[in-house]
């Protein structure tokens, strides 16, 4: 490898063509960075104090071997987004030359020769022309702008909006012509050559992307998969395979989105979440921990890609699944999608019908919904999600998916409907994160012809004026003020209204039968076509009881809506975990330091506590020692003579532990489970083991402390 600081000018003077590799992508800077790229560039101009300004690298290596009559064309390893933005510079201000048939500045800046050093190679013929060659879209467009050609129908937007940046900007600085052009000449770059024979392309380009700075962890998945094929091999699955995928996103959407949809496929594939700063380093452990060839790793990328895209973008075709995952999408329900690209696979693998794919699609949405409303912690999620297709029947996919949901445990539970009709009717759903949805959700269950929600407002049939008028506080009762903060943003106290300004605050006869529109029409309660005003032209007075009332049916109704999974408790026992043979030949008799005594009796106070943090625990006697599960051990009791000696299952580094009781012995031979160790002997240490052992649980669990 070779380094070497030089003049940007000279470097495309003096090379013959670069080549950016079709892994690699090619759009140029920023609109930002573009503005600082000019800024500085016109300081550089006026300033003659300053001899250059560097602005990066450039790491190249030959694309082949040149010959004493054939120089090759350098591949770009790393630094294409500058070298592609210094391109549009140079060809917006050769343009303003052209344009302006003005004549050479500094001897050396005209048209002609803007073009001739910098963008072309006059004497070659074919690719061979143009100084710098992008792939695919990125190409053509570049070329379109060099030629003065019409843009091609597939345009690359960020190459067009730089250009046209770089033309904005000359021409409004044009009296500075010779300014730019100064600081053009002082734009300075490092070299960085290559040579085949010793250095590896790929560990460069790690390198010298390791600040995650200037690609992202997708990019460089695409490239560690690419790079170090053969060129035919490298097309071949670009074009067939990554290059589709990219298109399939969009340009804008594949920038935000790809990311994401990299973690979340590791996340399906492995099971594990990767950090979201080290998808890279968990794509290459998968990568070699696969034992999938190269071509078979790319095609189900782009597999997994394209049920991302019907997911998350809108992109399905069948119209329930559409509207299924549109409704996912408005809960913003991200960590879902690796358990849903694992159930999409399956239905394009015809394990599962279109119809089963969107009850599970709406379960999903219905355990989300359900648990936000009744205020379940969210992150636990991340422990429900990522591992849950592992647990299923394929061959009775629908059933073992309403099982696994039903036997989830406290944290993660799916709310049934007594808690979440109850919840829902005394939350406040006007200011709730997702009012638009769960409104349109609540009025469309059922119709054919649906609502446009967004073409209403939410109407508070008892109104939030804090200053009520006399009828409404006649109405309401003495207890009106009361009445009014509790129920006022509550299910049974909201409604859907296009004249919202026509209801204003009147009395709540008024508006069931008299308000009259400007065409004089009646538009009261009593006559709207809503199904969520179903029922009020029939309500005589609007009080605590009614807004009650009302409450209680919209609450059945969201019941169905957001339907819970329903199994026979015969079915359903059948996919309940049973207990390890070992542990059903155990009882506390087969402790002898639990007999009786002292130890005994703190043994009983210990289990007691522990039972009750939370009703999916249960207990299993083993040989050796006592053991306590939500989902796995959480805490496991050795008893001895003088104490009782606990196992905690969690990191010893995780463990808040201000007293310094619990001991690291991670690796160490122990009966149980878990790298903490803590000691209890007497009942006054007992508040406080009770909070290491709560941590433990917690983080089984995906408390929010965990977050």
Known sequence: MKATETNLLKFLKKSPQFVIPIYQRNYSWTEAQCQQLWSDLLRSGRDEQINGHFIGSIVYVERGLSTVTTQEALLVIDGQQRLTTCTLLIAALAKHFEANQLPELLDSFSARKLHNYYLLNPEEDGERHYKLILSETDKKTLLAIIKSAPMPAEISTRIEQNYTLFQALINKHQDELKAICQGLAKLLIVEVSLDRTQDNPQLIFESMNSTGLELSQADLIRNYILMGLEPKLQTELYQSYWRPMEKSFGQKAYVTHFDPFMRHYLTAKTGEIPNVREVYAAFKAFARASQLDTTALVADIHAYASYYCAMALGAETESKLKEAFHDLRELKVDVAYPFLLDVYHDYKQARLAADELVSIVRLVESYVFRRAICAIPTNSLNKTFPGLSRTLKKDRYLESVRAAFLLLPSYRRFPGDEEFQRELKQRDLYNFRSRSYWLRRLENHGRKERIVVEDYTI???????EVLSSAWQAELGPDWKQTQQQYLHTLGNLTLTGYNSEYSDYPFAYKRDQVIN????????????????????????????AIQTRAERLARDAAKVWAAPQLDSSVLDA?????????????????????????????????????????????????????????????????????????????????????????????????????????????????????????????????????
């Not at 309940?576 to 030949?585: K, L, V, W, Y």
């Not at 402790?591 to 005994?600: D, E, F, V």
Request: hydrophobic share 35%; net charge negative.
């Open 459 to 465: 109407e508070h049939i008892l109104p939030q004026n």
């Open 518 to 545: 400007a065409d004089g029409k009646k538009i009261g309660f009593k006559y709207s076509a809503l199904n969520i005003n179903e029922g009020l032209g029939e309500v005589e007075k609007w009080d605590a009881a």
């Open 575 to 707: 996919y309940r975990p049973s207990a390890t043979n070992a542990g059903q030949h155990y009882s506390i008799d087969d402790h002898p330091h639990l007999t009786s005594g002292t130890i005994r009796t703190l043994f009983e106070a210990l289990r007691k506590e522990v039972l009750e943090l939370d009703p999916c625990i249960y207990e299993e006697y083993l040989k050796l020692y006592v053991a306590y599960k939500a989902e796995t051990n959480f805490v496991d009791v050795v008893p001895q003579a003088r104490r009782l000696r606990l196992s905690l299952n969690m990191p010893f580094s995780e463990i808040d532990d201000p007293k310094g009781l619990c001991t690291d012995v991670t690796n160490l031979g122990r009966w149980g489970n878990g790298d903490v160790e803590v000691g209890l002997s007497n009942p006054d240490e007992l508040p406080y083991v009770m909070g290491l052992i709560r941590q433990s649980f917690d983080r089984q669990m995906g408390d929010p402390q965990d977050a």
